[in-house]
Structure formats: structure tokens, C-alpha cells
């Protein structure tokens, strides 16, 4: 809960730069795949749990890729990145020191939507969060009409591959994977617009308390 408040109260004091044009998508996934020989998630996310959060990511980024038929945006800060939350844990890209990225392939024999952070903070109890990643698959390479950036979510009927997964563990070994798939994605309005909306919500709640 400290640290949803904390990137809250962030989204509201970083300064974002003026020309960006963020898209904040909100997603829900279930797992379908838990393995954790080590005990790193303690028991605490399970087959059939929720995932739900978002991922952030700005338009005005330019296409590092050179190839015409694929697009890749990297990201190496805030506020772009993923906020995930399950089982009691917060699987998020490290703000201050982020590697996330979105590459999109157009009529490369199939289309392929792709998000990945390799930088991210620490779980609670202190285990590395190797890789965040979604990817989405269009076998009849018609889900997509460019490389360019969406400003709307994935639409989930398009893809006939749809996997969420996350590693983490000591150094680069994988102490633990969870894997699902993700069963909604909307944009929601940009960060200020999200914070104003919690606190007007947080003093509507209080004023019916008193």
C-alpha cells in the first residue's frame, strides 16, 4: 500500500516532460503457471490469482529499430514502465533506473506485440525481479496496420497468444516464474487525472464518515 501512495504522490511531483504523450494501459491477468523450487513468493501466488495493474509508455518516443516492418521504443525511466500487483506482492519497473521497451512487428510472417521491463525493484522481501514481460502473437498478421505506437490497448480477440510472465531470483538465475494470460486491457486517463480521481474518492469517503 506504501508504495501504490508512493507513486501516486511521484506521479504528481516528477515533473513529466511537457511533450509527452503517455498511455496508460490497465490490465488484468490470471496465472496459469507457478514455479517457485525455492520458496521466493513464499506460497502466497497461486494458479487462478488475479494479476492486475498497468504499464505506462510515451507516443512522442522515437523508433530505435531499423528494420520497416518493426518498431522499438525504449524507456529508461520514469514514468514508463509496469505496476503489477499479486498475491501481496508489487511487481514494478524501477523508476529511477528502468530498461522497458514495446516492440511491435508488422507482417513479419505473423504480427507480434511485445512489452518487457528488465529493471525493476526488489520485491518486499528483498528478491530480484529479473523481467516483466507481455507478449501477444497474430498468426494471421492482420491485428496490426503499422509499427507505429497504439494510443489504444491491445485488443485481445486479434491475438491467438496472449502470455504474461515474471522471473526473478538471486543474480541472473530464476529462483521463480509465474506465468498467465491476460484477460483485460483499457486505457485509462493520464497519471494526474488518475491521482485526482483516488483523492477525490479518498475525501468523498471521509466526508460520508463524518
Known amino acids: ?62 523508433d530505435s529499430s531499423p528494420s520497416p516492418n518493426v518498431g522499438r521504443y525504449e524507456y529508461y525511466g520514469y514514468p514508463c514502465g509496469f505496476f503489477l500487483t499479486v498475491g501481496g506482492f508489487e511487481f514494478v519497473t524501477d523508476p529511477a533506473d528502468s530498461y522497458f521497451f514495446l516492440e511491435i512487428g508488422n507482417d513479419i510472417y505473423v504480427d507480434d506485440y511485445l512489452v518487457r521491463s528488465d529493471r525493476n525493484l526488489p520485491l518486499s522481501n528483498g528478491t530480484s525481479v529479473n523481467n516483466i514481460t507481455w507478449s501477444l502473437q497474430d498468426l494471421s498478421a492482420t491485428a496490426l496496420t503499422s509499427t507505429e505506437l497504439p494510443t489504444i490497448a491491445p485488443v485481445l480477440e486479434d491475438w491467438q497468444v496472449n502470455h504474461l510472465s ?45
Open 1 to 62: 500500500m506504501f508504495l501504490t501512495i508512493a507513486i501516486f504522490c511521484g506521479l504528481i511531483l516528477w515533473p513529466i516532460p511537457a511533450n509527452s504523450a503517455l498511455v496508460i494501459i490497465e490490465i488484468e491477468a490470471v496465472v496459469d503457471d507457478v514455479q517457485d523450487p525455492d520458496n521466493y513468493l513464499d506460497g502466497g501466488i497461486n494458479i487462478g490469482d488475479l494479476i492486475t495493474g498497468t504499464y505506462t509508455y510515451d507516443t512522442d518516443t522515437p
Open 166 to 210: 515474471i522471473g526473478g531470483g538471486p543474480g541472473d538465475r530464476v529462483g521463480f516464474s509465474l506465468s498467465g494470460h491476460v484477460t483485460s486491457a483499457v486505457v485509462i486517463p493520464e497519471p494526474t487525472t488518475v491521482v485526482l480521481l483516488g483523492l477525490g474518492g479518498v475525501i468523498f469517503v471521509q466526508r460520508g464518515k463524518k
